[in-house]
């Protein structure tokens, strides 16, 4: 993934560039990406009540 993204974002970071700006090419992706960290983190960082045995 990590590769495919190093080959991808900077060609869609220069195509994009001209109509968002500089600034807006560096939030586009980024925003998206931490949203997905935060879910990420509040699905899983959940502390849940432990099972009862059985």
Known sequence: ?????GAV???LYVRLKPMAGFRGMFAAPMLPSYL???LCGRHFGRERPPTPER
């Open 36 to 38: 997905a960290i935060l």
């Open 9 to 11: 974002m900077p060609q």
């Open 1 to 5: 993934m990590a590769f495919c993204g």
